[in-house]
C-alpha cells in the first residue's frame, strides 16, 4: 500500500470517529437539558453568543496612548496643563493617566516638570491649574480691578476662571469698568470706572495733549479718529447735508436789542431815582 493511500485511510478514520465524539456529545447534552427547568426570558438554542472584544481589537486606540506616552515632555505637559485648565479640577497622577493618557508615574520627567511649573499647583498629591490671580466670580473680579486705577493687562486675567471674558463685557455693559485698546501691543486694559478713584496723569502726558493741535473742520476731526480706529460720535457730513435738504441756516441767530427806558415808558418806580438816569440824560 503506497503513502499516500495509508494517508487518505488514516483521514477517513480520524472523520468517522470526530462524528462519533460529536454524536455522544450530542446526545449528553440533550439529557442534561430535558433535566433542567427552561428559564422563561432564555435566548433561543441557534442565538449567537456575543464575542467579546480581544486586547488586539482595540489596535487604534492602543496606538494613540502609545504615540502620547513617546510624544516629547513638553507635549505631555500642554496635554496636561490643557486638562487642567479645562476643567479646573485636582486630579492624582492616575487620573490624568486615566482621562489624557499621559503616564506621570512611568515618566519622571514629566512629573518633575509640572511640578515645578508656574500653571501648575502640587500639593504633594494631586495637580490643579494655578491661574495668575485666584479669581472665582464676577464680583471678584470687579474688586481686582479697582485695585489697579491705572489698569491691568485683560492678559492677565484671561485664565482666572473659564466664564472671565464674559463677565469683563458684563461689566463693560455696566459701566462699572472701561475696556480701552494700547495701540502700542494691541492689548486691552481693563479700567475702574469709579469717580471716587484717583487717577493719576503724567505732567508730560498733560503736555502732549494740550500741545496737540487740533483741525478746526469737524470732517477733519473725524477722519483722523477713524485712521486709529475709533468711531467718532457724530457724523457731521450726514448733519450737513440734512440742514441743506431741510434749508436750516447755519447762521447764528440775531441778539435781541436791548429794551431800554424812553420818555414814553410809563414810570412807576419814581422814588427810585437811580433806574432812570438814562432817561434824564437823553
Not at 486586547?55 to 507635549?75: C, M, W, Y
Not at 457730513?237 to 414814553?264: D, N, P, T
Request: charged share 30%; proline share 6%; hydrophobic share 35%.
Amino acid at each position: 500500500m503506497s503513502l499516500q493511500e495509508k494517508l487518505d485511510r488514516f483521514k477517513k478514520q480520524q472523520e468517522k470517529c470526530q462524528s462519533t465524539l460529536t454524536s455522544i456529545a450530542a446526545k449528553a447534552g440533550a439529557v442534561r437539558n430535558s433535566s433542567k427547568p427552561v428559564p422563561l426570558n432564555a435566548p433561543p438554542a441557534n442565538a449567537r453568543v456575543p464575542v467579546p472584544i480581544k486586547f488586539s481589537d482595540d489596535t487604534e486606540r492602543l496606538q494613540h496612548i502609545n504615540s502620547i506616552r513617546k510624544a516629547p515632555v513638553g507635549a505631555q505637559m500642554k496635554r496636561v496643563i490643557d486638562l487642567l485648565f479645562e476643567t479646573r479640577h485636582a486630579f492624582t497622577p492616575e487620573q490624568i493617566n486615566e482621562t489624557c493618557y499621559v503616564d506621570m508615574n512611568a515618566n519622571k520627567a514629566v512629573f518633575d516638570s509640572l511640578a515645578k511649573n508656574p500653571k501648575v499647583h502640587y500639593d504633594g498629591t494631586r495637580f490643579s491649574y494655578k491661574s495668575k490671580h485666584d479669581l472665582k466670580d464676577k464680583n471678584q473680579l470687579l474688586v481686582l480691578v479697582r485695585k489697579f486705577p491705572e489698569g491691568i493687562a485683560v492678559i492677565e486675567l484671561k485664565d482666572a476662571y473659564p466664564t472671565v471674558m464674559e463677565d469683563l463685557q458684563a461689566l463693560k455693559a455696566g459701566g462699572q469698568i472701561w475696556l480701552l485698546s494700547n495701540f502700542d501691543s494691541q492689548e486691552d486694559i481693563a479700567y475702574p470706572n469709579d469717580p471716587k478713584v484717583p487717577i493719576k496723569v503724567d505732567d508730560e502726558l498733560k503736555q502732549l495733549f494740550r500741545g496737540i493741535e487740533l483741525p478746526r473742520d469737524m470732517l477733519d476731526i473725524e477722519k483722523d479718529l477713524q485712521k486709529n480706529g475709533m468711531k467718532p460720535a457724530t457724523n457731521t457730513a450726514k448733519r450737513r447735508a440734512a440742514a441743506q435738504v431741510q434749508g436750516i441756516s447755519s447762521k447764528s441767530k440775531q441778539k435781541k436789542k436791548k429794551h431800554e427806558i424812553s420818555k414814553r415808558t410809563k414810570l412807576t418806580n419814581v422814588h427810585l431815582p437811580e433806574l432812570f438816569q438814562n432817561l434824564s440824560n437823553s
